[in-house]
């Protein structure tokens, strides 16, 4: 854990932000010999700053609205909305920001959507997977407590920063876990890690499936669909989201949401493209 790359420094590096610089240069810059490879117009380098810019400020909306109180926002100057390398961004208000961004930046330069989109949805996993590092630098989007002989088991410092507590001790002190004289907090799920490597293990799929047999289209709707069914289930072992309905965390419900909006498009993707290919495979011969 290190909020701060040096700490000490005038102009402090701070590692969230630092790992979602890197992960969206190296994503960028893949996607780009992608488009190129394709023949496509050259235009994922714009793109990729529309979705980054619209993506940060989705997430940081969605972040705002949902922990108003709990983060101090109520408390803090209106200038703390902007104070996003201290960390405090929700992934699906990032996504949906990301993603409505790109549509009108598309839209307006009228290149194709479902192409553009297909060939750069496979290198959005791997921006996601060095955010969740950097959610790990920050000390951010915690496990929950596990065993103390769990071999991949993670215990965070007590003091994040001089003068405040880590988000794992205060939220188990909160919970009464632990004492404020404990020396550490309880150890936890190393959750960031294994979220990066279902961001990482997504960008493997969504790239075969592209590069793929056709049909290669709905590679973002795939996306959503695959990241969803994941982040349900990882949501489990994830300490700093509250249960809000019938046992879900929001995250959870938008998990469920983003599944149902995007699997009929996927399939409708996927059967328009079947259609397409059809008269091309000719007569069987018996």
């Not at 803090?76 to 201290?86: D, M, T, V, Y």
């Not at 088991?153 to 880590?166: A, D, E, M, T």
């Amino acid at each position: 854990m290190r909020p701060e790359i040096f700490p000490g420094l005038k102009i402090p590096i701070h590692g969230y932000g630092l790992m979602i610089v890197i992960g969206f240069l190296l994503s960028t810059f893949l996607a780009n010999r992608e488009a190129k490879r394709r023949g496509l117009t050259d235009f994922v380098y714009d793109l990729g700053l529309v979705m980054l810019f619209s993506g940060i400020v989705g997430g940081r909306l969605f972040y705002y609205i949902q922990y108003y109180h709990s983060d101090g926002f109520a408390d803090r100057p209106w200038w703390a909305f902007f104070e996003i390398w201290k960390g405090g961004l929700v992934f699906y208000g990032g996504a949906i920001g990301g993603f409505l961004g790109g549509l009108l930046y598309l839209r307006k330069r009228r290149l194709p959507l479902a192409e553009c989109l297909g060939v750069t949805a496979p290198f959005v996993p791997i921006g996601m997977g060095f955010g969740r590092l950097g959610c790990f630098m920050n000390g951010c989007c915690f496990g929950k407590v596990c065993s103390s002989d769990f071999m991949l088991r993670l215990v965070f410092p007590k003091i994040n920063k001089p003068g405040s507590f880590s988000n794992a001790f205060e939220e188990q002190l909160r919970s009464g876990l632990v004492l404020e004289s404990d020396p550490a907090p309880l150890p936890v799920y190393p959750v960031q890690f294994y979220e990066a490597a279902y961001d990482f293990l997504l960008f493997g799929v969504l790239l075969w499936y592209v590069r793929g047999p056709s049909p290669r289209r709905g590679a973002y709707p795939l996306l959503f669909i695959l990241y969803g069914i994941g982040r349900f289930f990882l949501e489990y072992l994830r300490a700093d989201n509250a249960r809000i309905f019938l046992g879900l965390t929001i995250s959870q419900l938008f998990s469920l949401g983003l599944i149902l909006v995007f699997l009929p498009l996927f399939i409708f993707f996927w059967w328009q493209d079947l259609s397409r290919e059809a008269p091309s495979r000719g007569p069987a011969v018996g």
